[in-house]
């Protein structure tokens, strides 16, 4: 078999009398589903008990392992993991408006989950099922692409047994949702070397949710859309992802506006980009316009003052005020200005600060935003808080004031504020102390990623390894917009753990372990030499 063979082509074909390969069946009407139907059974003869265990053992034990902390963490903490944002997101759901602060795509889960007995039981039951899922989805792309089965489990396991990743699980945040979402855009595009139609309709249709469950998601679109121009897809099938993509975004842009007189997703990119600024932001050197003044973080008497430690230790970068603390603050700006509130006039007043501080500082800008992506990486293993997504024993919001206990009781008909449920949270807090991703191992997958990806630069999306160009990019644009765009949380980051680890798993698989032939597709012309048919490509 030739290096150049592919798993969406059939890699062994029956012979005929004369000893050479058929040619390709003509087309008929109900080929379609007939494949459809062809490809169901063979999916569900995978799934069979006896196919599990003899075929995926590793996988299988690793999966009913990881449902043990998942069932600990349901028992664990009630009604759920909670921070500010979670009141926002069952706010959203029940008043059925638009957030201006955060998209409400989200809004829209809990909304439908809403309408069920207690909802926030069920919403992080079907978040832990989500995690599952993206380790599922991981496994299976592997092995399509000929890994064997221990290297694919392996490449799954963060998903399944980090700690982290099941209290993100745990939370009301719409991050694993983000996660399973994009990973099935990935599985999508990933499986064929040229996409098919359907395939980018329906990567379209998920992107477009993706950009309004989270702030960075319109980031990710450009990346898969650059994938799509590698791929040559064909301008119909560009076009019908683009249209895909569009018409519910510009839908939901359209709907904002009628809510807030604005053209946008939310009130709130300007104002985040301005916290981002407060790392560096010299008023010296920019020079802000009278009306800009008030923006510049001196102006800010209530942020707390860093602990005094050793300007180049760690301690001294994470005891430093955060974008979040600049922008929250109780005499922020744009609490007490013309115009008090998350707005479109103050949105655009943030926004042409921070244009002039990243013109102005350009080098500075980078550098807090190196500096807060090596932190993602080197220091947030072992602080138990919410910007590391581990369980603590005390909940993120102390006290629930009455407008977040209003927001739970509306949607969730409680007013209950986070809490341990003993001795459950006790063998969940034991079990997280030693089981978790370190950030370290996480820094050197992506690396390692980085490496596949540059060899492989001749053959992006032609093999197993040229495949890792697309979840490779979506996982290092998952944890660099953030720095730029507003301030790295590591919650942020996860999304890009299991696209990282299966960017990885690609570059390792050969074209020689072919693909099982159940999962070959049954319709591909194959030479007689078992390479490849460029004309039978779709």
Not at 41 to 58: C, D, I, T
Not at 251 to 256: E, H, I, K, P, T
Not at 365 to 389: C, G, H
Request: aromatic residues 10%; positive net charge.
């Amino acid at each position: 078999m030739r290096g150049s063979s592919v798993p969406d082509l059939k890699l062994s074909a029956a012979r005929d009398s004369s000893g050479q390969p058929p040619r390709p069946a003509p087309a008929r009407a109900g080929r379609g589903s007939a494949d459809w139907r062809a490809a169901a059974r063979r999916a569900a003869a995978e799934l069979a008990p006896r196919s599990l265990w003899r075929r995926h053992r590793l996988f299988t034990i690793l999966v009913l392992i990881s449902l043990v902390p998942r069932i600990l963490a349901a028992l664990s903490f009630r009604p759920a993991l909670l921070t500010a944002d979670s009141f926002l997101y069952m706010q959203g759901a029940v008043q059925h408006n638009l957030g201006t602060i955060r998209p409400s795509g989200y809004s829209l889960f809990l909304a439908l989950v809403g309408v069920l007995p207690h909802p926030l039981l069920v919403v992080t039951t079907l978040q832990h099922l989500m995690g599952i899922g993206v380790a599922v989805i991981v496994y299976a792309l592997l092995r399509y692409w000929g890994l064997p089965g221990w290297g694919a489990a392996l490449a799954a396991a963060p998903v399944l047994l980090d700690t982290r990743e099941v209290a993100l699980e745990s939370y009301i945040l719409p991050d694993t949702l983000f996660c399973l979402v994009l990973l099935i855009v990935v599985a999508l595009l990933a499986t064929r070397h040229v996409p098919r139609m359907w395939q980018c309709v329906s990567a379209g249709l998920l992107l477009a949710y993706v950009t309004v469950l989270r702030g960075n998601g319109l980031v990710l679109v450009v990346v898969v859309a650059v994938f799509l121009l590698i791929r040559r897809v064909g301008w119909r099938a560009f076009a019908a992802a683009a249209a895909a993509f569009a018409v519910p975004v510009l839908g939901y842009v359209l709907v904002f506006h009628s809510q807030y007189g604005q053209f946008n997703l939310t009130s709130s990119d300007g104002l985040f980009l301005w916290s981002r600024t407060t790392s560096f932001a010299n008023c010296a050197v920019i020079k802000p316009a009278p009306d800009l003044a008030p923006l510049c973080p001196n102006k800010q008497t209530s942020i707390k003052t860093p602990n005094r430690a050793p300007a180049w230790s760690v301690s001294a970068l994470l005891n430093e005020p955060t974008p979040a603390d600049y922008l929250w603050a109780s005499d922020a700006w744009w609490r007490h200005d013309a115009h008090p509130g998350i707005n479109a006039a103050n949105n655009k007043l943030g926004l042409q600060f921070a244009l002039d501080a990243i013109k102005a500082q350009p080098l500075d800008y980078l550098k807090v935003s190196a500096r807060d992506i090596l932190l993602t990486f080197l220091a947030t293993d072992r602080p138990q808080s919410n910007t590391t997504m581990t369980f603590t024993t005390k909940p993120h919001i102390a006290v629930l004031p009455s407008y977040y206990a209003r927001d739970i009781q509306q949607y969730a008909g409680t007013t209950s504020n986070t809490h341990p449920v003993y001795p459950y949270a006790y063998f969940l807090l034991l079990y997280q102390q030693p089981v978790y991703f370190p950030g370290l191992l996480f820094l050197l997958v992506l690396l390692a990623g980085l490496v596949i990806v540059v060899r492989n630069w001749r053959r992006w999306g032609r093999t197993a390894a040229g495949m890792a160009v697309l979840p490779w990019a979506l996982a290092a644009v998952s944890v660099i917009t953030p720095a730029l765009l507003t301030q790295s949380l590591y919650r942020y980051a996860m999304v890009a753990i299991p696209l990282a680890c299966l960017a990885v798993g690609l570059g390792f698989a050969r074209p020689c372990q072919a693909v099982q032939p159940s999962l070959a597709q049954p319709d591909e012309p194959v030479r007689q030499d078992g390479a490849s048919d460029p004309a039978g490509l779709p």
